[in-house]
C-alpha cells in the first residue's frame, strides 16, 4: 500500500448535521477520502465489504446492539472501527474496544481528536475519550465472552445462549459472569443499561 494514499473512510448513517459536519472536517484534510457516506446499519456489513476503507466511522446509537461490532469486526478485520457514542462512559469504551472497535469517542468531542482518531485507528492504535483508561489486557472480553454478551443483550436465556453456542448452560453462566465482572455490573438489567 501507497504510504501517501489517501485513508479511505466509510461512514454511517449519522444526524443530519453530525454527518455535514463530518464530511467537511475529513473533506478539508488531504490525506483523507470518504469512498461511502450516510451507510445504513443493515448495510453496513455489505458497504465494508465493497468499499474496503481503512477506517469506518459507526454511529453507536444506530447499531441493534453493540455486539453489531464484534460482528463487523471479525467480518472485516481490515477496516478499523471508530465508534461514535453518546458521551460513552469508561466501561462502555472499553466495552466498544473489546468487542473489536479501534476506537471509541464522545459526540461532544473536538475536530481536531477526531482528525487524530482517524489517523492513529488506521495504524491500529487505540483511541479512548479523554478521560477513559483501557482496561488492562486481562479484563479484555475473550472472543467466546464477546459471543455470550452479544446473546445476552439481544435478551437471550442462557438455555438459549447454550444451545446457539453449542455450550452447557453451566459455560453460558461462567461466561456471564465473567462478562459482568469485566463490564462492572451485577445484573443483566445493568447490562442492558449500557447498550441503551
Known amino acids: 500500500m501507497d504510504a501517501r494514499a489517501p485513508i479511505t473512510i466509510l461512514l ?3 444526524e443530519d448535521l453530525i454527518a455535514a459536519g463530518l464530511e467537511s472536517l475529513i473533506g478539508a484534510d488531504p490525506n483523507l477520502r470518504i469512498v461511502a457516506a450516510d451507510v445504513a446499519a443493515d448495510r453496513l456489513p455489505a458497504a465494508i465489504g465493497l ?3 481503512r477506517v469506518a466511522i459507526v454511529n453507536l446509537a444506530a447499531l441493534l446492539t453493540p455486539s453489531d461490532i464484534r460482528t463487523l469486526h471479525v467480518a472485516q478485520p481490515t477496516t478499523q472501527l471508530v465508534v461514535l457514542a453518546n458521551s460513552p462512559t469508561p466501561a462502555e469504551s472499553n466495552q466498544m474496544l473489546a468487542l473489536g472497535a479501534t476506537a471509541c469517542l464522545g459526540r ?3 475536530s481536531r481528536d ?3 482518531t482517524i489517523h492513529l485507528a488506521s495504524r491500529g492504535l487505540h483511541v479512548l475519550p479523554r478521560g477513559a483508561s483501557a482496561i488492562a489486557g486481562h479484563d479484555v472480553l475473550t472472543a467466546r465472552e464477546a459471543d455470550v454478551l452479544g446473546l445476552l443483550q439481544l435478551g437471550r436465556s442462557n438455555g438459549e445462549i447454550a444451545q446457539e453456542l453449542s455450550v452447557s448452560v453451566e459455560t453460558v ?3 456471564a459472569r465473567s462478562v459482568f465482572r469485566k463490564l462492572g455490573v451485577r445484573s443483566r438489567r445493568e447490562l442492558s443499561t449500557l447498550s441503551s
Open 51 to 53: 468499499h474496503q476503507p
Open 12 to 14: 454511517t448513517r449519522f
Open 114 to 116: 477526531v482528525l487524530n
Open 173 to 175: 453462566r461462567t461466561h
Open 108 to 110: 461532544d468531542v473536538e
